[in-house]
T-cell receptor, first 114, second 115 residues
């Protein structure tokens, strides 16, 4: 069975600090996809990144970076030089290759204070 | 592209009433998903469709919930009769072809309050 664990319920940082959101997943499939979504206070779910299980390259997009490590079943998300606008709930999600279902973790609420 | 459109944005209803939530997926997307978000249970997949056909409804909580997709551009989620514990934000999402590969685009959600 597939499972996503986001152990950090809430994180608070001061602007310009770096912050890492942890995500650990469980799956029996060799083909799977990992996602991060952002849910700002307005409530919509915004897609951030998708990674497939065969691509362990880390990715950087501006202040955002993602570290995918199959050896530890982790797909962590780092925000560099955080800003108040980064305040949101961040969800990690998993989809196995033979199903189209996206299973979400419980989310991490990030609060960035000025 | 207008994105995934959900209506209404907010719904307040009395216990026992019928509630219908609506979703218009992105044109050309073959998959449509209904999720429910609550504080206690997080984001739960209720049901999803592929080419208008329900594929997996194992997440539908009970018989009071039903979902339909009469055509490629419209889906409904109905709760009859509604109960206070159904209060949640209901999201619709759509995806092209292989959903896993392409990911999902979510609508803005419908916040349902049952009093």
């Amino acid at each position: 069975a597939q499972k996503v664990t986001q152990a950090q319920t809430e994180i608070s940082v001061v602007e310009k600090e770096d912050v890492t959101l942890d995500c650990v997943y469980e799956t029996r499939d060799t083909t799977y996809y990992l996602f991060w979504y952002k849910q700002p206070p307005s409530g919509e779910l915004v897609f951030l990144i998708r990674r497939n299980s065969f691509d362990e390259q880390n990715e950087i997009s501006g202040r955002y970076s993602w570290n995918f490590q199959k050896s530890t079943s982790s797909f962590n998300f780092t925000i560099t030089a955080s800003q108040v606008v980064d305040s949101a709930v961040y969800f990690c999600a998993l989809s196995e290759g033979d199903t189209d279902k996206l299973i979400f973790g419980t989310g991490t609420r990030l609060q960035v204070f000025p | 592209d207008a994105g995934v459109i959900q209506s209404p944005r907010h719904e307040v209803t009395e216990m026992g009433q019928e509630v219908t939530l609506r979703c218009k997926p992105i044109s050309g997307h073959d998959y449509l998903f209904w999720y429910r978000q609550t504080m206690m249970r997080g984001l739960e997949l209720l049901i999803y469709f592929n080419n208008n056909v329900p594929i997996d409804d194992s997440g539908m909580p009970e018989d009071r919930f039903s979902a339909k997709m009469p055509n490629a551009s419209f889906s409904t989620l109905k709760i009859q009769p509604s109960e206070p514990r159904d209060s949640a934000v209901y999201f619709c999402a759509s995806s092209p072809r292989t959903a896993s590969f392409y990911g999902y685009t979510f609508g803005s959600g419908t916040r349902l309050t049952v009093v």
